[in-house]
Antibody, heavy 119, light 112 residues
Framework: QVQLQESGPRLVKPSETLSLTCAVS?????????WGWIRQSPGKGLECIGS???????YYNPSLKSRVTISVDTSKNQFSLRLSSVTAADTAVYYC????????????WGQGTLVTVSS | DVVMTQSPLSLPVTLGQPASFSCRSS???????????LNWFQQRPGQSPRRLIY???NRDSGVPDRFSGSGSGTDFTLKITRVEAEDVGLYYC?????????FGQGTKVEMK
C-alpha cells in the first residue's frame, strides 16, 4: 500500500519560504510515476502546485512557477516543496500526492498539512 | 487554465435514493492520445480526497459499483444509484488533459 506523509513547519512568516517534505512508503519513487503537491484553501479550492518525475523533470503551475521548487531525493524515497515569498494567500492545507501519466490523474494522497502564513 | 464548473454546489440527498452531479469544462478534455482525462474524487469530512473514477468512467479498486461516471468532450456526470450515509462529503472533478491540472469547486452532498 502506497503511503505519503507530509512534514514541515506549520507556521511561516510573510515573505519567507515555505518548505515541506513528503516521505513515501510502499513504493520506490525511482520506479516511476509523478510526485507532486496540491493545496486546498477556502478561497481557491484545490490547486495543483506542480510535480516531479523520478528522473528529476519538473512541471510547475505557471501561476506559481516563479516561486516554486520541487525536488526529489530517491535515496531517502522522499520529495520536497519550496515556495518562496509567501503571503497570507498561501495559507492552505498542502497535500503531497502521486500522479500517473504526467499528473493526468492522482491515485494516492497524503493526509495533508495545514500551513499558516502569519507574522 | 481550463475552468471546471460543477453543479449543483450543494445537493441534499435521501438515503437509498439516486444522486447525480455535473461537471463541465471550458474546453474539450479529449487528449491528442485519444483519452479523456477526467477524474472524480470524494472528500469525506476531515479526510484527504480519494479518487473514485478516472478517464471518465473507470472505477477505482474498492469503489462501490453504485458510483458511475459518464460523459464526453466538455460535459461529465457522476451518479450514485442509491445513496448511503458514508457518501456524505464533497465531490470534485479534475481534468488532467491540459497543464496545469484543474479542479472543480466541488459539490457538497449532505443528508436531507
Amino acid at each position: 500500500q502506497v503511503q505519503l506523509q507530509e512534514s514541515g513547519p506549520r507556521l511561516v512568516k510573510p515573505s519567507e519560504t515555505l518548505s515541506l517534505t513528503c516521505a513515501v512508503s510502499g513504493y520506490s519513487i525511482s520506479s516511476g510515476y509523478h510526485w507532486g503537491w496540491i493545496r486546498q484553501s477556502p478561497g481557491k479550492g484545490l490547486e495543483c502546485i506542480g510535480s516531479i518525475y523520478h528522473s528529476g523533470n519538473t512541471y510547475y503551475n505557471p501561476s506559481l512557477k516563479s516561486r516554486v521548487t520541487i525536488s526529489v531525493d530517491t535515496s531517502k524515497n522522499q520529495f520536497s516543496l519550496r515556495l518562496s515569498s509567501v503571503t497570507a494567500a498561501d495559507t492552505a492545507v498542502y497535500y503531497c500526492a502521486r500522479g500517473g501519466g504526467s499528473y493526468r490523474t492522482i491515485d494516492y494522497w497524503g493526509q495533508g498539512t495545514l500551513v499558516t502564513v502569519s507574522s | 487554465d481550463v475552468v471546471m464548473t460543477q453543479s449543483p454546489l450543494s445537493l441534499p440527498v435521501t438515503l437509498g435514493q439516486p444522486a447525480s452531479f455535473s461537471c463541465r469544462s471550458s474546453q474539450s478534455l479529449v487528449h491528442s492520445d485519444g483519452n479523456t482525462y477526467l477524474n472524480w474524487f470524494q472528500q469525506r469530512p476531515g479526510q484527504s480526497p480519494r479518487r473514485l473514477i478516472y478517464k471518465i468512467s473507470n472505477r477505482d479498486s474498492g469503489v462501490p459499483d453504485r458510483f458511475s461516471g459518464s460523459g464526453s468532450g466538455t460535459d461529465f456526470t457522476l451518479k450514485i444509484t442509491r445513496v448511503e450515509a458514508e457518501d456524505v462529503g464533497l465531490y470534485y472533478c479534475m481534468q488532467g488533459t491540459h497543464w496545469p491540472p484543474t479542479f472543480g469547486q466541488g459539490t457538497k452532498v449532505e443528508m436531507k
